[in-house]
Each structure stands twice: as structure tokens, then as C-alpha cells.
């Protein structure tokens, strides 16, 4: 696709999604209440689970004041533990059981927790809650998704998986924590992989259903502030506040290459998209940058087999 095609995609863009069933996560906040709130304004029915049910619920009162008649189910779902994620897919399961979902967008995230945090299951807390809780979700809600064209799984990424590097003798942060440009740079460069690697098992598979991922260069949202203790490291703090006037976005625009990802007839099987502007930071979506490291098909393959040890899950394809 060239870069053009993609210039001017806005929220009036999203073709009618009347008659599909959305699911998202981290909807509540940011870019995934943004993109939650086109894909319903669209028709989309939406599925939108937060780590509690008032938080679930207090979007869905935000949405519907926007889009009276709005066909939205709350649920209750953290990424960060395994046993939560299984107890979300089944309740999924029960209320939309069979071929249901047309699509999922893996939108939650967290960044640069500022000290090391294991989770329940004694991961990295960056690591569970950006990729193992959303590879076991992909696996577990695979088989609701219906087999046709146009059904796709969306993974968000950021620009900073160029500056990751799976360390698999350091995927927890065991050996070092860095929080920024190491765990979550990690995290979001295996999301990307992700992405990368279940279009190919899709393609192999002769499969309709189409990966594709984007990332929102600089949104300002809850991202910034909501690390579990609320402190970003001192450096961060202050390339962002250079860098905020100059070059970030809304969340609404920053939604726009997860919107290109999830609805553009243009967005192609496995296509990877993010802000057109300097260093993919704001701007319209056109195909992003992806990083060597996520073309290493070894690399996808020995993480992939990694990431099911580590949440239980045969993935099968
Ligand atoms: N904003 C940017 O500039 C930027 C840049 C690159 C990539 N991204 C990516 O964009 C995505 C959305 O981020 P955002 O900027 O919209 O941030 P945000 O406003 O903080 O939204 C993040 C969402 O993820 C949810 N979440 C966090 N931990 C979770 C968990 N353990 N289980 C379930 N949900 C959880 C949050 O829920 P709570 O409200 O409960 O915390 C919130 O709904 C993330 O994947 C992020 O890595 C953002």
C-alpha cells in the first residue's frame, strides 16, 4: 500500500460496522475509549472489558451520551493475571457462544512501571499485562472469531519496539530492570512480533481472519501518568515535556492507526500502521516502520513457542 492511500484516514473513514461484534480492551481510557467509541458510533456492537466493572461501566455511560442506543456489554478482565484472562475468555464464551467476535483489538497497556513488579503469576508486570495477558486472550477467543474476510485481530504496538530487544534469558527483567528503553520497549516490540507471526500461522493456515497492528506515535493520555506507582523516570519526564508542545496528539487522533488497522479496506493482512509525521510521532496512519528484530522469523517462532510455556496455552492456528 503506498503511503498516500493512508494520508487522510479520519474517524469518518471507519466503513459501517452494523452487524459486527467488537471486542477491545483497555477501552476505558486513551486511545481504546477513542476507538471504542467510532467503532460503535459506526453500528459495532462492543465488548469492552476494564479491570473493574465501574470502570467498564463509566465508559459505557460516556459512550452512550455520544451514541444514544449504543450496543455495549461491560466485563471484567486484568491482563495481568492469567486466571482473570481465562475467566474473561469464558465469560465471553458463555454470553457470545460459537463463531461470535468479528473483531479484537489488544489496545491495553501499561509503560514504564517505574520499579519492577511481578504479577500474580510472577511475571514482569510490563511483560504479563502488554504481552503474555493479550497473547493468551488472542489464543483463547480465537475459536469465537468468525472464519470470513474482514474479521481481523488487531495488536497495538508503539514506535518504541524499535528500540527493543527480546532477551530470553531476561524476558521478566530478572537479570535487569530498565523500565522504559527495556521492559516495556520488550514488551511492545513482542507484541509486534506477535502481530507479525500469527499472519503468517493465518496465512499458512489458509485462514480469512487477518492480523494487523499500528501504534499511535504520541497520544497523550493516562499512559504517561498511570504506571502503577504514578512516578515516570526523570528522563522520560523530560523528553516528553520537550516533546509534548511539538509533537504529540489527542487520543482521538492517536486511535486513528488502531481505526486504519481494525476498518480500513486499505489496511492490508499483516500491515502495521502509525502516524505519518516526524519519526511516526503524530499524523495521519500510513505504514509504519517496523523494526529488524520483528522480522526475525526464528526469533517470532522460539517466542511464540516461549509465550505458550509461559501462559499455558497450545495456540494452535
Ligand atoms: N499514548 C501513547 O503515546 C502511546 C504510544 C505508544 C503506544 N501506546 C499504546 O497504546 C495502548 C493504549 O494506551 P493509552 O495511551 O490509551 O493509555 P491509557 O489511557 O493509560 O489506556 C490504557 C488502558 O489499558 C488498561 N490497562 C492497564 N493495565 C491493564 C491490565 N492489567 N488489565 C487490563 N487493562 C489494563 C487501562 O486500564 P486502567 O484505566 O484500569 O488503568 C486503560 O484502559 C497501550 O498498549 C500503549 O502501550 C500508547
Known sequence: ???NTATLFTANDVPSQQGRRVLITGANSGIGYEAALELARRGAEVILPARSMSKANDAISRIVREVPGARLT????DLASLASVRAFAAFVGEKFPGESLDLLINNAGVMAVPARELTVDGYERQFATN??????LTALLYPHLRRKRGTRIVTVSSGV??????????????RLYKPMFGAYSQSKLADLIFQLELQRRLSAAGSPIASTGGHPGYAITNLQTSGPAGVM?????????????????DAAHGALPTLFAAASPLATPGGYYG??????LKGYPVPAKIAPAAKDLDLAKRLWSETERLTGVNFAV
Open 233 to 249: 523516570p526523570l528522563g522520560f519526564r523530560i523528553v516528553s515535556t520537550i516533546l509534548k508542545p511539538l509533537a504529540s496528539q
Open 1 to 3: 500500500m503506498s503511503t
Open 275 to 280: 502516524p505519518s509525521g516526524f519519526q511516526e
Open 161 to 174: 519496539s524499535n528500540q527493543g530487544k527480546i532477551e530470553f534469558d531476561n524476558l521478566q527483567s530478572e
Open 131 to 136: 504481552y503474555l495477558g493479550p497473547f493468551l
Open 74 to 77: 461491560p466485563g471484567i478482565l
